[in-house]
């Protein structure tokens, strides 16, 4: 069964360093989102992406932040200049605009 | 924030049928009622949705009421590994997902 990847599982970093977090979606899919889990909180809407542009994005997604579909299979999250408060779960997620989102497993990102 | 309300927990025996009710009174005509579950921390998972009548699948049946403000999720012999947290969530295509904080239900043994 077709799966949302994310690399990778656990990034370790040091307050104002960038990262790149990375998911390749399901093939066929054409939407694309990202969310974010603070531990112990919900999960939070971060942005969506459509046709090579963001279609929404919500408070949290600041200057900070950029998405990107680098090729035909990739989907990143960049966030610039790491902040403590940006550690937190990161879950990528897809559709093919017709069926429901399917999630991938996440990455656990801890500023140091 | 989320168009719906859920209990903050639950316990379930486990071979029980688990019933996780929710509220959605705000609902519009075209919008969707969608279940995941968290185990753990890992990513939100996909159990069943629905429009107006009642589904079922391989993982639950989900039951909507005829004004469609609320629905039930039922596990019809809850395991262990059915432990997580429960999201039901009202969705249009097209919207993002809101994620209310759940109901985190217990599979006792």
């Known amino acids: 069964e077709p799966e949302v990847t994310q690399t990778p599982s656990h990034q370790v970093t040091q307050m104002g360093q960038e990262v790149i977090l990375r998911c390749v979606p399901i093939s066929n899919h054409l939407y694309f989102y990202w969310y974010r889990q603070i531990l112990g909180q919900k999960v939070e809407f971060l942005v969506s992406?459509?046709?090579?542009?963001?279609?929404?994005k919500s408070e949290i997604f600041d200057d900070q932040f950029s998405v990107e579909r680098p090729d035909g299979s990739n989907f990143t999250l960049k966030i610039r200049s790491t902040k403590l408060e940006d550690s937190a779960m990161y879950f990528c997620a897809s559709h093919s605009g017709t069926d429901t989102q399917y999630f991938g497993p996440g990455t656990r990102l801890t500023v140091l | 924030d989320a168009k719906t309300t859920q209990p903050t927990s639950m316990d379930c025996a486990e071979g029980r049928a688990a019933n996780l009710p929710c509220n959605h009174s705000t609902i519009s005509g075209n919008e969707y009622v969608y279940w995941y579950r968290q185990i753990h921390s890992q990513g939100p998972q996909y159990i069943i949705h629905?429009?107006?009548n009642n589904e079922t699948n391989e993982m639950a049946s989900l039951i909507i009421t005829e004004d469609r403000k609320s629905s039930t999720l039922i596990l019809p012999h809850a395991t262990l590994r059915d432990t997580a947290v429960y999201y039901c969530i009202v969705y249009n295509y097209g919207q993002n997902f809101v994620f209310g904080p759940g109901t985190r239900l217990s599979v006792l043994p």
């Open positions: 992406f459509y046709n090579n542009e963001i279609s929404e």
């Open positions: 629905g429009l107006k």
